[in-house]
């Protein structure tokens, strides 16, 4: 019986023929009432007699057919009407918001389709989200990265120009701490005579006094780190927290924690310790790979330090002036001490230093400065024997070692050398008064002024700054 209804009504109905029954109801049939109620009714009513209930049930009829035909009409136009201010609801941003569908004709049809379509937009929506959060993360990556590739450049160029270890440590703690949000970094070292762990580099922590003690070698994480050569990690994904890796956590005041042993040829030289306060926090692989390779920059500087000090250590000539080095002739003249002293003769020690060369630097510029040291240093060349060796030990300060030569043999190689420096034409551009540089003297002898190295430099350095301060007082 349902299905039967279903089809003789006009809801299953095309919009087109719902259309066309509207209008003939409200049209068509009325006029047609119309025209048969004049023809049958009012003409013969003027010939007959005029018929009331006739006339008011003919009246009755065209109503009822007029009033279907305006309910019909407004089932049409009153989910179009309503269907539109959804629409515009739905264009305003609302997309939450879905069409009402009264029926099958259609209407209902666009009802359907503008539904489909909003959650099509919806989805794309979504999508379009998802991907945006997605590029933010890829874009965060990259400058992580991008970052990190500056901090190797720049970390390589301190390398690269021989800058001290800790200056080198103190940037990789800093690179490291900034690819993410400030992490606390520190970097420790091993002491080989001390077995300990001690500490070089270290950026934004609190409680710096207590985090400073060196560590021992094999104990707690870090000292354990440094002997299985095993990266250390606690992150989300750390099943249980014992309690030495709590005690971490509250000793460094972090949460997660990345430890790594720094390795050069398979032997730990320090340990690296980099973590965060964020909460269920994993470290990725591609975390893990980008800290790596500044645990290997960091390698690279111990390898490299190492090797400036083994190379310092075997130096023994200055570079400018082709002289030997401080170090040297310290070592030479303790040798020739110990000689003299078997077998009772004498051992000079000569020290020199310019006059006004500080001066001289400031107005020719350290160019000019390095060329006359240069000229100075063949003076003093020139007026030695094979015999005797001779250095620069500082900026502008010579010493010369004379073997089997007393004070007084001494005093006159002095007087040869200073003569030789103040005939010496320095910079023939410069001013008159800074063509030419002076010298002051000091000499020392084993055993009368001491009967160690130390003790004939002390002694030679003190009769320079005698020499230079009788000077002064002259010109005065």
């Not at 068509?28 to 009714?41: D, R, S």
């Not at 970097?187 to 985090?211: A, G, W």
């Amino acid at each position: 019986m349902g299905k039967f209804f279903n089809r003789i009504s006009l809801i299953p109905k095309p919009l087109r023929y719902k259309l066309m029954i509207a209008f003939t109801l409200m049209s068509i049939i009325p006029l047609l009432i119309c025209v048969y109620f004049a023809t049958n009714f009012i003409f013969p009513a003027y010939k007959e007699g005029f018929n009331m209930e006739s006339v008011s049930f003919v009246i009755l009829i065209t109503l009822v057919i007029t009033i279907l035909g305006l309910n019909l009409a407004k089932g049409m136009v009153e989910p179009i009407v309503q269907m539109a201010l959804d629409a515009k609801r739905i264009a305003g941003g609302d997309l939450e918001h879905a069409i009402k569908i009264t029926g099958e004709d259609e209407i209902g049809d666009l009802g359907k389709s503008l539904n489909s379509m909003t959650q099509r937009i919806k989805d794309n929506i979504a999508e379009l989200r998802n991907y945006g959060e997605r590029t933010k993360e890829i874009n965060f990556e990259i400058n992580k990265k991008v970052l990190a590739l500056s901090g190797l450049l720049q970390i390589g160029s301190l390398i690269s120009t021989g800058a001290e270890l800790k200056a080198i440590m103190d940037m990789l703690a800093d690179k490291i701490s900034h690819m993410e949000d400030s992490n606390p970094t520190i970097i420790y070292v091993i002491n080989e005579d001390t077995n300990t762990l001690e500490p070089v580099s270290l950026v934004n922590f609190k409680n710096t006094e207590t985090i400073k003690r060196p560590l021992i070698l094999g104990r707690g994480i870090l000292g354990t780190v440094a002997v299985e050569l095993k990266d250390f990690i606690i992150d989300r994904n750390t099943a249980q927290i014992s309690h030495e890796m709590e005690a971490l956590r509250q000793h460094y005041e972090i949460k997660n924690a990345l430890v790594m042993p720094i390795l050069l040829h398979d032997k730990c030289k320090g340990v690296l310790l980099t973590g965060n306060k964020v909460d269920s926090y994993v470290y990725s692989k591609d975390d893990l790979e980008l800290i790596r390779v500044f645990v290997k920059q960091a390698a690279i500087a111990l390898e490299n330090d190492a090797l400036i000090k083994k190379a310092e250590e075997l130096e023994v000539v200055d570079d400018l002036t082709g002289l030997y080095n401080e170090k040297y002739i310290n070592e030479r003249l303790e040798d020739e001490i110990k000689r003299s002293i078997i077998y009772q003769r004498p051992c000079s020690f000569l020290m020199l230093k310019l006059g006004e060369f500080e001066f001289y630097c400031s107005q020719r510029g350290r160019m000019a400065g390095e060329a006359a040291l240069k000229k100075v240093a063949k003076s003093i060349a020139d007026s030695l024997t094979p015999v005797d060796k001779a250095a620069r030990f500082a900026d502008d300060e010579f010493a010369i070692v004379l073997p089997e030569r007393n004070k007084k043999e001494a005093d006159a190689i002095s007087l040869e050398i200073k003569k030789k420096i103040s005939d010496l034409t320095v910079d023939s551009k410069a001013d008159i008064a800074l063509q030419k540089l002076n010298a002051y003297v000091g000499i020392s002898e084993n055993p009368i002024d001491g009967t160690t190295a130390l003790e004939l430099v002390q002694k030679a350095r003190q009769r320079v700054k005698d020499a230079m301060a009788l000077q002064t007082k002259k010109n005065a």
